[in-house]
């Protein structure tokens, strides 16, 4: 939908709403400057945050007949136009919905049915409902920018997992009274006890100086300096494909998010309902290492699938005797002793 | 040690003990900090049981007191340990006095998807289903490569191997006839064989999937597991 289209419906809304005319008369004015702003041919999808600031901004919306408008002038311009844009995104996002599958909309992100989503700013996040475990409240709504044929894509993104999925079951240990026991680690030579919060992880140096983590430089085993690529979450990276569905098998998944659509140009949300796979850029934090993302749409909506190469390749009959070096997991009591303080890990 | 292995039926009413092999992780990665010298990771300690903050609340019984002791005296450093590596550790219980605890009663707490807890009970043991006790069927059920990923979140996968040339022929022609298919196949327990995996001893039931390729004589044969479905978190199980 243009602007000029998108302008002119949501009058329409408006009249069918019962707004006095004068409310009418005055958002036709406010939305006269911002097409002319935006051009007419501008797509409703394509209004972004920075539009917007350039928008309020500029003479048009400042000044009235070379006169600075009233704050009270602003505010209300500013008010309209929000609404407005407000309007055309549940629009959208309910054409979009007819394209995806529903997914999940973020626990925090606002209800379409009662308050739009705002395209241009993140909203408030409402309260977490009162929860036994901390890890299922989402923090705050997070958003995953892209451009598809230099289109903008915005989807609302939040985590899910087996737990969120159907519930979770761990082990405590219980003392004499009853009361719940900690865990802790306990030095080789016995003589301190360490409860979860009592170590910190540190890289240091020869010296024994620690290094901040920002100065690391990460290299290969000989030595040579990788080249660290900047964060990907934030800037909007292209999504790459369609690819061919069995890309995302040569890959292990390690982290999900379902996404909400938030803008999705009609291009890009038809591929995914068809069953179109992408390729996203990802990279959390400045870092070698990238980690494929993809897109894709099923029954249940947009996900988006972070995973490692698993790195797999073809065996022949003549090939080697496996080496005896894979542990035996089956020894390995999955679910006894739950790593607290991430062990083995290392961060960077 | 010994492998991992799994008990697979094929679709010509085949079936073998064929070993899984764990996916590698990429290489592992040194730092160097700016100058250009060798970093390494190491976990130092904070504060013990006697220095943390629980500890020295309880000593002090007010916050007030416990900050001026702060003030005053340091107690939360303790020079001999702070800063020092803590070396390999092992991992115990503790109790409320921060001692370490031997003889506790072991609960298996059971929360909902919103996080409340629903029950609490002994703790069953589930042992690894991998290799039944009974021959496994084959469950026929294929799935499309995009049914699979658009249904399934494979958290796991291991390729599938032969050690000697029965093996080989099994597992080259379950690859081939996947291939054929472009499908996965559910590979499971129970009856059917589509009842989930659980690959070790008291771990999270799974769904498995076959994945197959052939390349000439080569094959690349995988397993899959599937630790959840992408759905709705809102959707009745």
């Known amino acids: ?348 | 040690m010994t492998q991992r292995r799994i008990w697979l039926a094929d679709h010509r009413g085949r079936n073998a003990v064929v070993v899984l092999v764990p996916r590698r992780h990429a290489a592992p990665r040194g730092h160097l900090d700016a100058a250009g010298a060798p970093v390494r990771f190491c976990r130092s300690i904070k504060s013990t049981t006697e220095t943390n903050f629980n500890s020295l609340l309880r000593r002090h019984g007010q916050p007030e007191p416990l900050a001026r002791a702060l003030v005053d005296g340091n107690p939360e450093l303790d020079l001999e340990v702070v800063g020092r590596e803590t070396g390999a550790c092992d991992r115990v219980y503790v109790d409320h006095d921060g001692k370490p605890f031997y003889s506790a009663r072991v609960l298996e707490v059971i929360y909902d998807r919103d996080g409340r807890e629903i029950q609490r009970r002994a703790p069953e043991l589930v042992p690894p289903n991998l290799i039944p006790d009974r021959a496994p069927v084959w469950s026929g059920k294929l799935l499309s490569y995009r049914e699979a990923i658009g249904r399934f979140a494979f958290t796991r996968a291991y390729q599938v191997r032969h050690t000697n040339a029965l093996e080989y022929d099994f597992l080259f022609g379950l690859a081939a006839h996947l291939e054929q298919r472009q499908s996965l196949v559910l590979v499971g327990s129970e009856p059917r064989g589509i009842g989930p995996l659980i690959p070790e001893r008291n771990a999270l039931p799974m769904k498995g999937l076959l994945a197959g390729r052939t390349q000439g004589k080569a094959y690349r044969l995988l397993l899959f597991l599937a630790a959840f479905e992408l759905r709705k978190p809102e959707a009745k199980t």
């Not at chain 1, 409902?129 to 705050?140: D, I, S, Y």
């Not at chain 1, 990788?226 to 982290?255: C, F, K």
């Not at chain 1, 870092?287 to 995973?307: C, D, M, Q, R």
């Open chain 1, 1 to 348: 939908m243009k602007v000029t289209e998108g302008a002119q419906s949501y009058l329409k809304h408006l009249e069918a709403a019962g707004k006095s005319p004068s409310t009418c008369a005055t958002t036709k004015r406010t939305l006269a400057l911002l097409v002319a702003h935006l051009g007419a041919d501008r797509e409703t999808g394509e209004v972004v945050a920075k539009d917007l600031d350039l928008f309020f901004a500029s003479e048009a919306a400042t000044k009235l007949r070379g006169k600075p408008r009233a704050a009270a002038s602003i505010a209300q311009l500013r008010g309209i136009v929000r609404a407005a844009l407000a309007w055309w995104q549940q629009q959208s996002h309910t054409a979009q919905q007819k394209a995806i599958p529903a997914a999940p909309a973020p626990a925090s992100a606002p209800a379409p049915a009662t308050k739009p989503p705002q395209a241009t700013r993140p909203s408030a996040p409402s309260p977490p409902p009162a929860l036994a475990l901390r890890a299922f409240a989402p923090a705050r709504v997070v958003y995953l920018d892209l451009t598809f044929q230099g289109q903008p894509v915005r989807f609302a993104k939040s985590e899910i997992d087996r737990a969120r999925l159907y519930g979770l079951r761990k082990l405590i240990a219980l003392d004499a009274q009853g009361r719940e026991c900690q865990h802790a680690l306990l030095t080789r030579d016995g003589r301190h006890v360490l409860p979860t919060g009592s170590t910190a992880d540190l890289y240091i140096n020869e010296c024994g100086d620690a290094i901040p983590r920002r100065e690391l430089v990460a290299v290969h085993e000989a030595c040579t300096p990788l080249s660290a690529g900047a964060p990907t979450v934030n800037g909007s990276q292209e999504v790459v494909g369609p690819l061919a569905a069995n890309a995302l098998l040569d890959h292990a998944a390690i982290r999900v998010y379902a996404l909400h659509p938030v803008i999705v140009p009609a291009r890009l949300a038809q591929a995914l309902g068809a069953g179109a796979v992408f390729r996203v850029p990802y990279r959390s934090r400045p870092g070698a290492v990238e980690t494929p993302a993809f897109l894709l749409a099923g029954e249940a909506g947009a996900f988006l699938i972070l995973a490692e190469p698993h790195g797999f390749d073809f065996v022949s009959p003549d090939q080697p005797v496996l080496p005896v070096d894979d542990l035996d997991e089956d020894d390995i009591d999955a679910f006894a002793f739950p790593d607290n303080f991430g062990d083995n890990n290392d961060p960077a």
